[in-house]
T-cell receptor, first 116, second 115 residues
Framework: DAGITQSPRHKVTETGTPVTLRCHQT?????MYWYRQDPGHGLRLIHY???????DKGEVSDGYSVSRSKTEDFLLTLESATSSQTSVYFC???????????????FGQGTRLTVV | SQQGEEDPQALSIQEGENATMNCSYK?????LQWYRQNSGRGLVHLIL?????REKHSGRLRVTLDTSKKSSSLLITASRAADTASYFC???????????????FGQGTILTVHP
């Protein structure tokens, strides 16, 4: 497995509380992504990063923020968790086009978040 | 809306049979990738096909790409019970800037291979 660690792996939180999920990589890859997976929707991109302090929104970014202060860490924050954010969250990494024009993504094992 | 749409949503076959899954997408791509996901696990990359390629093989996997129809298919030959998983196509959009690397996934095909 690529060196990607997500933490926590499982979390139950109450509506309205802030939650931060962490993705840590040891591959020194430039690109990092946060996806959420829900039945009937596949994987949807929340935010991604193309370098330290460089981030961009995905298709379902509302209610989420991210930060990347180091190459190896990409944090996803739910400012005020809602029940609609109950999901499985996946982090992914990719080397980027500086390495190859065609590169695959490597995924973490996922974080199962339940908002009650 | 999802860039990639897989068809069928679910496929049930016997061991030894071939499994074919299809993916359609909407915008121009740099490449198309297929991933596999076992229950409760992360996605694992299977194969990547570039936009200028029409067919690619990897072991028991065969992928085709038709950019004129914006579609791809994944064929798994001589399937095994261990192939039971969800399979997703993902498109890497053409273009630079912030569009790079934004892999867009379809909803997936759930494949069940019966022993």
């Amino acid at each position: 497995d690529a060196g990607i660690t997500q933490s926590p792996r499982h979390k139950v939180t109450e509506t309205g509380t802030p939650v931060t999920l962490r993705c840590h990589q040891t591959e020194n890859h430039r690109y990092m992504y946060w996806y959420r997976q829900d039945p009937g929707h596949g994987l949807r991109l929340i935010h991604y990063s193309y370098g330290v302090k460089d981030t961009d929104k995905g298709e379902v970014s509302d209610g989420y923020s991210v930060s990347r202060s180091k190459t190896e860490d990409f944090l996803l924050t739910l400012e005020s968790a809602t029940s609609s954010q109950t999901s499985v969250y996946f982090c992914a990494i990719s080397p980027g086009r500086q390495v190859s024009l065609n590169t695959e993504a490597f995924f973490g094992q996922g974080t199962r978040l339940t908002v009650v | 809306s999802q860039q990639g749409e897989e068809d069928p949503q679910a496929l049930s076959i016997q061991e030894g049979e071939n499994a074919t899954m299809n993916c359609s997408y909407k915008t121009s791509i740099n490449n198309l990738q297929w991933y596999r996901q076992n229950s409760g696990r992360g996605l694992v990359h299977l194969i990547l096909i570039r936009s200028n390629e029409r067919e690619k093989h990897s072991g028991r996997l065969r992928v085709t790409l038709d950019t004129s129809k914006k579609s791809s298919s994944l064929l798994i030959t001589a399937s095994r019970a261990a192939d039971t998983a969800s399979y997703f196509c993902a498109t890497d959009p053409l273009g630079g800037g912030t569009s790079y690397g934004k892999l867009t996934f379809g909803q997936g095909t759930i494949l069940t291979v019966h022993p």
